[in-house]
């Protein structure tokens, strides 16, 4: 099942989604990592799956959800965005959107708590 058709499958209704939405300091927020081409973006979501679809509809190219990383709430997860931003910076092209190498995958990759996207 590629993305988008596990986007189609499992993405919630629109009150779940608009529920989700709302960052609740609380609340399980995850870090993304989407791979779009030769760029990676770095990002914060209560519901990366959704922003995944949001992103894909002004894109040309597919957008891919190449795993996520929970926090317990929006602080932790913002700090630990800051800090991939600032391990990244000299890859960084505009806003979150960061130039990919293998290197920054397999560091993504080997980070404690990183999940692999298995619903491709």
């Not at 760029?39 to 995944?52: A, D, E, Q």
């Not at 602080?75 to 130039?99: S, T, V």
């Amino acid at each position: 099942m590629n993305n988008k058709e596990w986007l189609e499958k499992y993405l919630p209704t629109t009150e779940k989604h608009e529920e989700c939405s709302k960052i609740n300091r609380e609340e399980t927020v995850y870090i993304y990592f989407i791979k779009g081409d030769k760029y990676i973006k770095i990002g914060v979501s209560v519901f990366p799956w959704g922003r995944l679809k949001n992103l894909q509809g002004g894109n040309p190219k597919e957008l891919k959800l190449l795993g996520i990383i929970a926090k317990r709430n929006l602080e932790e997860a913002r700090e630990e965005e800051d800090r991939l931003h600032g391990k990244f910076i000299r890859k960084k092209i505009r806003g979150e959107w960061f130039n990919c190498s293998k290197g920054m995958e397999d560091y993504i990759k080997s980070m404690k708590g990183y999940r692999k996207n298995s619903w491709k």
